[in-house]
């Protein structure tokens, strides 16, 4: 649990004078690990509020300003605190329902150690807990003008409900038919570079001449909505989501020829001249790679468009009648303000009982984390909040098993 060992606990009351500038509200939590102290508190940067992490550091006994990466949490009516592991912090909001109760801080996971190395700092890293899981994304891959726009829409149009389109950021030009964050988001060049370097983006590419990218949020909105994500991106960014921490399905689609690829280019009439023959120099590279690096678990040929979706949705399980929707999103508890937290093994409990004469009111809820998957810089799914209703009734009015 979150309780500040004596020395902290002075310090934060003081305030520090080496100017650590976590606000000393009664809203800290501070959880050791190892030999790090780690303080999770209320900050004000640019007059905005939200959660500030620092570390003490009892080896050199000195305070750290980590690199926080992910998405924060907003700031609550305060919160508690459980170490689950050495990796990660559970930190349970109050005041809050369960869609925004429970959020990971990532103090030693892969992505955690990864980014350590990359960026030459300690790092932490948030991540919000959500219930349920995700299918696995889609990534579709191919030269340009192979046809993977064209397969997406006919499994969009066809399985609306099913599956969600991940979309991407681009430094290109809109085409004529194109909207922004329907198609693309449609982003200056320094404003997507400062995202990239801030963590925002799970893959980006230099792809002919622009550069393209697929955020974190791109991919969690869509299996937010119990959605699969399908992500339309080059073989360089396939080769980084491989790489990193997701599970996906990964299929490339290849053309007849290259000369029904540029016929296809030409017809869809979307390039000038120098655009397509820039593309049809680039596609050569893409399809040897794609057909060599073994990132790939499947290949499409897409000669008879009506062929090819339908080996689409084969390699997809679509092909039969009759299939299931997914599950809908479990129902939400409400998190009021909870007088204690325990946790024990995989299940936190969160206990927000107030004794009444009369009756016990049944407000024992638990978080099971057995089952987590994911994390930053995404999201951590697979949580399980459930009322402990039925284990409370046999509860008396001082809450004690009768
Ligand atoms: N099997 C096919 N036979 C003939 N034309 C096709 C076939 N599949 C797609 N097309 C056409 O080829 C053109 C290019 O297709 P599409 O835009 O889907 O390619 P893409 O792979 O998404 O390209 P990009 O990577 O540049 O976005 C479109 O005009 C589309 O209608
Ligand atoms: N690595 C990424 N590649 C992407 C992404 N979004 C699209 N793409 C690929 O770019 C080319 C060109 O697309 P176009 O819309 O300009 O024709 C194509 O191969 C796409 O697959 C992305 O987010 N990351």
């Known amino acids: ?135 696995k994304p889609v990534v579709i891959s191919g030269p340009s003008g192979v046809g993977k726009g064209t397969l997406i829409s006919m499994l969009m149009k066809e399985f609306p409900t099913m599956f969600g389109f991940s979309v991407s950021h681009t430094t290109r030009a809109p085409r004529g038919m194109e909207n922004d964050g329907v198609h ?32 974190v949020e791109a991919v969690e909105v869509v299996a937010d909505e119990g959605k699969r994500c399908i992500l339309d991106i080059d073989v360089q960014g396939a080769r980084s989501v491989r790489a990193s921490s997701i599970e996906a399905v990964f299929i490339f689609v290849s053309p007849p020829s290259m000369a029904e690829l540029e016929k296809r280019l030409r017809a869809r009439g979307t390039e000038t001249e120098e ?12 399809i040897e790679q794609g057909r060599s690096s073994g990132i790939f678990d499947h290949f499409l040929f897409n000669d ?44 936190v409990i969160i206990n927000c009982r107030t004794p009444d004469l009369e009756k016990v009111s049944k407000n024992l809820i638990a978080l099971d984390v057995s089952s987590i998957k994911g994390g930053a810089p995404g999201r951590t799914r697979g949580l399980d909040i459930y009322t402990m209703d039925s284990l409370l009734d046999g509860l008396d009015a001082n809450n004690q098993l009768s």
Not at 64 to 78: A, D
Not at 189 to 205: P, Q, T, W
Not at 319 to 347: A, Q
Request: charge should be negative; include cysteine; hydrophobic fraction near 35%.
């Open 1 to 135: 649990m979150g309780e500040a060992p004596a020395f902290l606990a002075d310090e934060l009351q003081k305030g520090f004078p080496n100017g650590l500038d976590l606000k000393s509200n009664g809203c800290e939590t501070s959880i050791v690990i190892g030999q790090k102290t780690y303080v999770i508190g209320e900050t004000s940067d640019e007059s905005t509020l939200s959660i500030g992490v620092q570390i003490f550091d009892q080896c050199s006994g000195e305070w750290v300003y980590p690199t926080v990466l992910g998405t924060k949490p907003k700031p609550s009516k305060g919160h508690s605190a459980v170490v689950l592991n050495e990796e990660r912090i559970l930190i349970i909001k109050k005041g809050s329902n369960s869609d925004d109760c429970a959020w990971f801080l990532e103090v030693d996971t892969q992505y955690v150690r990864q980014q350590r190395k990359i960026l030459g700092t300690e790092v932490v890293a948030w991540s919000k807990g959500v219930s349920g899981n995700a299918e």
């Open 184 to 215: 693309y988001h449609f982003t200056e060049r320094s404003v997507m570079e400062k995202e990239i370097k801030d963590g925002k983006f799970l893959e980006f590419a230099s792809v002919h001449g622009n550069l393209y990218g697929t955020s």
């Open 275 to 286: 655009q397509i023959l820039k593309r049809l120099r680039n596609s050569k590279a893409e």
């Open 304 to 347: 008879n468009l009506e062929e090819c979706y339908a080996s689409l949705k084969k390699l997809l399980g679509l092909d039969e009648t009759v299939y299931t929707f997914p599950e809908s999103t479990p129902k939400t508890v409400d998190l009021p303000t909870f007088r204690s937290i325990s946790k024990i093994g995989n299940k």
